[in-house]
């Protein structure tokens, strides 16, 4: 109940707000489709739906005189809501489709949003402290509670104890890594946070890099693990101090070993032997079965044609014996294989498209030498948006949640951030391979 | 508790920043009219 009171006294807050700044009630928007407050608390009336009224209304109301070019992102995301949409006319089931229409939609309108509503540096930087907030009281609580104690698999205890979006261990622990740059970001280089900057808030960084990692840890996902080495390979700038942190974290990880949870370690030390596991087997099997679906369906079976999926593969029992296991209606367990079967060819091209479009743009902006100091902060917001798009693509390899708000949440943050950068003609200033202002480990 | 205390940290975040984007857009909103019309 006093949690009930807590998000709701914010979400008036943030309500009240928006009538000063109609930006906010996009901010809202964000802050509740990452929090998803309804899984834990009782919020009365559906925030979500409010918010989302309120910024269509408020998009009338807001400055437009920040008027910059759009990126290529932003019209590939429009095609490929189109697209989507199509493919659930056509849909093999199309109730169950249609449903999960509704809420995909919702997520990958959040890049076409962010540009229209969120202009400014000051709107573009508080949008993503409210989506690190919301992803943040995930994993602290599954961080602390993983410190406490109750870690492994399915065990953890959870701040959404469904088995969606943050509640289900895999997205929270790719969740996990990728709030450990943008965190960095906030402290190191946020106008926001700037009265704040000093050693007490580097302080809290490192406290919550510690919640994080035993969050990742807690949640025995190997997901986790595998978005973590690819943080420290590209989320470290210069290669003597990828090399100092990767040896860093080797040694740290040594000496805790003794003291972390033995059947999360058990579980990671199944990514070696992924052969004999029956998880990652089920996930090579399923993986097969969606490109076998496409080949006969060039255009994809429309949502939830995963539920149809029908998988044999072999792994170990009990005993250790290899046995041959038939499973049907299995997740897709890959952003990559989700797209593939459910929108076919032409969704996977767009999807591709988007991805590796926000990921040129974002480095792009990352090496750019802006000529003056106002302009500085591009560098290392581009670069932060490039890493946390770089760790969902590893990270979301093994998770199914091509249609959560992670990633386009980002990817609208990133259009948001070019149209700026157009606005305010830093494109005109030289583009080097080496950037002039150095973002440290973003 | 502990989900209670992480929920507060995390909208105390929130609730600052929200409140410094409020400041900075009110301090200078003419400004950024001149500097998009130069």
Not at chain 1, 56 to 78: C, E, H, Q, R
């Given at each position: 109940m006093k949690l009930s009171i807590l998000v709701v006294l914010t979400a008036l807050f943030i309500f009240v707000s928006g009538f000063e700044n109609p930006a906010?009630?996009?901010?809202?928007?964000?802050?509740?489709?990452?929090?998803?407050?309804?899984?834990?608390?009782?919020?009365?009336?559906?925030?979500?739906?409010?918010?989302?009224?309120?910024?269509?209304?408020?998009?009338?109301?807001?400055?437009?005189?920040?008027?910059?070019?759009?990126?290529?992102?932003?019209?590939?995301?429009?095609?490929?809501?189109?697209?989507?949409?199509?493919?659930?006319?056509?849909?093999?089931?199309?109730?169950?489709?249609?449903?999960?229409?509704?809420?995909?939609?919702?997520?990958?309108?959040?890049?076409?949003?962010?540009?229209?509503?969120?202009?400014?540096?000051?709107?573009?930087?508080?949008?993503?402290?409210a989506a690190l907030s919301a992803f943040s009281a995930h994993v602290m609580t599954g961080g602390i509670k993983s410190l406490l104690g109750t870690a492994g698999y399915d065990r953890l205890g959870r701040l959404m104890m469904s088995n969606n979006w943050l509640g289900e261990t895999s997205t929270l622990a790719l969740a996990a890594v990728i709030t450990i740059p943008m965190t960095y970001y906030v402290i190191k280089h946020s106008v926001i946070f700037e009265s704040y900057r000093g050693r007490l808030l580097f302080m809290a960084f490192c406290c919550y890099t510690v919640f994080a990692v035993e969050c990742v840890i807690g949640t025995s996902a190997r997901t986790g693990v595998i978005t973590f080495g690819a943080l420290l390979l590209f989320g470290v700038k210069s290669i003597f101090r990828k090399i100092l942190v990767i040896a860093g974290a080797v040694g740290l990880f040594y000496v805790a070993q003794p003291?972390?949870?033995?059947?999360?370690?058990?579980?990671?030390?199944?990514?070696?032997?992924?052969?004999?596991?029956?998880?990652?087997?089920?996930?090579?099997?399923?993986?097969?079965?969606?490109?076998?679906?496409?080949?006969?369906?060039?255009l994809g079976g429309g949502f939830t044609i995963f539920t149809t999926s029908s998988i044999t593969y072999q792994a170990a029992d009990n005993g250790g014996r290899i046995v041959s296991i038939?499973?049907?209606?299995?997740?897709?367990?890959?952003?990559?294989?989700?797209?593939?079967?459910?929108?076919?060819?032409?969704?996977?091209?767009?999807?591709?498209?988007?991805?590796?479009?926000?990921?040129?743009?974002?480095?792009?902006?990352?090496?750019?030498?802006?000529?003056?100091?106002?302009?500085?902060?591009?560098?290392?917001?581009?670069?932060?948006?490039?890493?946390?798009?770089?760790?969902?693509?590893?990270?979301?390899?093994?998770?199914?949640?091509?249609?959560?708000?992670?990633?386009?949440?980002?990817?609208?943050?990133?259009?948001?951030?070019?149209?700026?950068?157009?606005?305010?003609?830093?494109?005109?200033?030289?583009?080097?391979?080496?950037p002039k202002f150095y973002a440290t480990p973003a | 508790m502990i989900d209670s205390l992480s929920v507060l940290a995390s909208l105390i975040v929130l609730v600052i920043a929200l409140r410094r984007l409020l400041t900075l857009e009110k301090k200078k909103p003419s400004k950024a009219r001149q500097g998009h019309r130069s």
């Open positions: 906010i009630f996009f901010i809202g928007y964000l802050w509740t489709s990452v929090l998803y407050p309804t899984a834990f608390v009782t919020t009365f009336v559906p925030l979500s739906m409010i918010f989302g009224i309120s910024w269509l209304i408020g998009y009338f109301f807001i400055d437009k005189s920040n008027t910059g070019k759009l990126p290529l992102v932003f019209y590939l995301t429009i095609a490929f809501a189109v697209w989507i949409t199509f493919t659930t006319l056509t849909a093999a089931m199309p109730v169950p489709a249609w449903s999960k229409w509704n809420w995909a939609i919702q997520s990958i309108l959040i890049t076409v949003a962010c540009p229209l509503l969120i202009r400014t540096r000051a709107q573009i930087e508080t949008a993503f402290i003291y972390l949870n033995d059947k999360s370690m058990s579980r990671f030390s199944t990514i070696a032997t992924y052969q004999t596991d029956s998880s990652a087997a089920t996930r090579l099997a399923v993986w097969q079965w969606a490109m076998r679906y496409v080949e006969e369906h060039p038939h499973e049907t209606n299995r997740a897709a367990h890959s952003i990559y294989f989700e797209v593939l079967a459910e929108q076919g060819y032409p969704g996977e091209f767009l999807f591709l498209a988007i991805l590796v479009s926000g990921l040129w743009g974002t480095w792009w902006i990352s090496r750019m030498r802006p000529g003056e100091t106002e302009h500085a902060w591009i560098v290392p917001f581009g670069r932060v948006l490039f890493v946390c798009i770089t760790l969902f693509c590893f990270g979301a390899a093994f998770v199914g949640i091509a249609y959560q708000p992670l990633v386009y949440l980002f990817l609208g943050l990133y259009c948001s951030l070019y149209r700026w950068v157009w606005s305010k003609g830093v494109t005109r200033a030289r583009f080097s391979a080496r | -």
